[in-house]
């Protein structure tokens, strides 16, 4: 890897983290800090970039030399592929901000003993779904 491709990279990392940050911080309705979301976002900028790199080698690697109604078959699988996992990334990213927000790590494995996590987030689900008397 050349000099120009690892500050390539590290710029990419860099950009993402920003959009990231501040998508985590305007799109949320709770009022958040910055240090709030630094978790999550570094999280997602760095599964990001993977992601592109991953996508750019497969392109490179598997797709670049096929036929054109293969390579058109295997651009589009490819394509919705890497959105589904790049929308799971991101959800399961902002859901690293909330847990450590709120505290609700460690949960247990099984419910046969419930820790002080578990037990706060099963009050927070209860109360989300109590119905209001209209």
Do not use: C
């Amino acid at each position: 890897m050349s000099p120009a491709q690892a500050a390539s990279i590290l710029a990419s990392v860099i950009v993402n983290l920003v959009l990231f940050a501040s998508a985590f911080r305007i799109l949320t309705e709770a009022d958040v800090s910055w240090r709030d979301v630094a978790p999550g976002a570094a999280l997602a900028a760095l599964a990001w970039t993977l992601l592109l790199l991953l996508g750019q080698w497969f392109v490179r690697t598997r797709i670049q030399g096929a036929e054109n109604t293969y390579g058109t078959f295997a651009v589009v699988i490819g394509l919705l592929s890497w959105l589904y996992l790049a929308s799971q990334i991101t959800l399961f990213t902002a859901e690293v901000n909330v847990v450590l927000k709120k505290g609700l790590w460690p949960r247990s494995i099984t419910h046969l003993r419930l820790r002080e996590a578990d037990e706060r987030s099963f009050a927070e689900q209860a109360k989300e779904q109590e119905r209001t008397p209209r």
